[in-house]
Each structure stands twice: as C-alpha cells, then as structure tokens.
C-alpha cells in the first residue's frame, strides 16, 4: 500500500508513469483508456527507436503543431457514441472471444 500511494503522489494528474529500470504504468478513467495508452506509448518508443538506428539526427516537431495535434484528436467531439479506445479494446475483445476464448472462465 506505500509504494501504491507513492506511485500515485509521483504520477499526480499525469497519466503515463516511466519507471527506471521497472517499465511504464498507464491510468484512465477505463481500463480501455489505460489499455491504449500503454499500447501507444509502446508503439512511439518503438518508432523512435527505429528513426535513432539510422544514426541521422532526430527532428522535433515544433510546440504549436503538437499542441493542434493534441487538440484536434483529443475528447470526443468526433465520436458520437464510444471513444477510439474503447473501440480499440472492443476489438481486441472481440479476436479474443474468437481465438482464445477459454480467457473469460
């Protein structure tokens, strides 16, 4: 229970969490929010890893275009009903029902 209230004191209103030499913690307000940004934060360290093995110097976007960025796909003013991660979570549901179904007992 320590280390659970001072992870939370460290992570404050944040929602990815880095821990040297223990990996990532994600939160949300659904596990599917949790679920994607773990997935995504995952996908743009492997990206960034492949675009620093080719040894050029990286290039970082200018703080305007990542604050539209953020701005345009955030909330949910574009979805009417369920959010991209539920959706996305939704769908892995589903291929696990298919393939795996025995995960649910």
Avoid: C
Avoid at 27 to 43: N, S
Avoid at 57 to 73: A, G, H
Avoid at 86 to 93: I, M, P, T, Y
């Amino acid at each position: 229970p320590a280390e659970g209230a001072r992870l939370a004191k460290v992570i404050g209103d944040k929602t990815i969490l880095f821990m040297a030499n223990h990996g990532i913690s994600t939160v949300g307000q659904t596990v599917a929010e949790a679920y994607d940004r773990l997935y995504y934060i995952e996908r743009a360290a492997q990206v960034q890893i492949y675009a620093m093995w080719t040894g050029q110097p990286l290039k970082k976007l200018p703080e305007p275009v990542v604050e539209k960025t953020k701005r345009d796909i955030s909330g949910t003013r574009f979805y009417a009903s369920l959010s991209p991660a539920q959706r996305h979570f939704a769908a892995l549901k589903r291929i696990l029902d298919r393939n795996e179904p025995d995960y649910a007992t």
